[in-house]
């Protein structure tokens, strides 16, 4: 598999809770960091969070600290942003990336080497 796909948007109420699932590429040449970024109408893209190919380094930018968290189950090769106390500015497409890390597992790339990318989930906060 060496495609990016996420899953788990929704429309979700102010101070709701939402998890986001996003499939890495499970390939032998290779170990994966990944990103979760964002788009709202209107706006440029930013990154939200960053997690290591092993799941030790994480980041989340200042805006989604204490509300956001990323983990990671290597086995399943698996990403996750977990998102509570959302709000509605946090309504935009959710894209997850992949960074190749050439077995540096715990390193955390630049934005620019996100190289594989999903479709993006819709994630609506709204009463």
């Known amino acids: 598999q060496s495609q990016v796909m996420e899953s788990g948007g929704d429309l979700v109420q102010p101070g709701g809770s939402l998890r986001l699932s996003c499939l890495i590429p499970d390939l032998q040449s290779e170990v994966y960091a990944a990103g979760w970024f964002r788009q709202a109408p209107g706006k440029e893209r930013e990154g939200v969070g960053y997690i290591s190919a092993d799941g030790t380094n994480t980041y989340e930018i200042e805006s989604v600290k204490r509300r956001f968290t990323l983990s990671r189950d290597v086995a399943k090769n698996t990403v996750y942003l977990h998102m509570s106390r959302l709000k509605p500015e946090d309504t935009a497409t959710y894209y997850c990336?992949?960074?190749?890390?050439?077995?540096?597992?715990?390193?955390?790339?630049?934005?620019?080497?996100?190289?594989?990318w999903g479709r993006g989930t819709q994630v609506t906060v709204s009463s």
């Open positions: 990336a992949a960074a190749p890390t050439h077995f540096r597992s715990s390193y955390l790339p630049r934005n620019e080497e996100y190289s594989t």
